[in-house]
């Protein structure tokens, strides 16, 4: 069984944001990295907005005729 838990470092010892999936005595291995700070969705908009500027999509397949793009039988 495999479950990815958020977890708080308090004095050298993990504190899990859930319980964990697992009866007590369970061993586990543990993959450990961090987490980056959760950024504000206006930040995330600009930062969504500044990628669409960066990469457009807009053009780059062919345009389709009436035809193509409604069935037909």
Do not use: Y
Not at 2 to 24: C, I, Q, R, S
Not at 54 to 70: C, D, M, N, V
Request: aromatic residues 4%; negative net charge; contains cysteine.
């Amino acid at each position: 069984m495999t479950a990815e838990v958020l977890a708080t470092v308090e004095n050298g010892l993990l504190k899990p944001d859930a319980a964990l999936p697992f009866p007590d005595q369970t061993r586990v291995k543990l993959t450990i990295e961090t987490v980056a700070p959760e950024s504000s969705s206006l930040e995330a908009w600009n930062r969504l907005q500044q990628i669409i500027h960066q990469h457009p999509i807009a053009g780059i397949a062919e345009k389709f005729s009436r035809k193509e793009l409604h069935e037909c039988d």
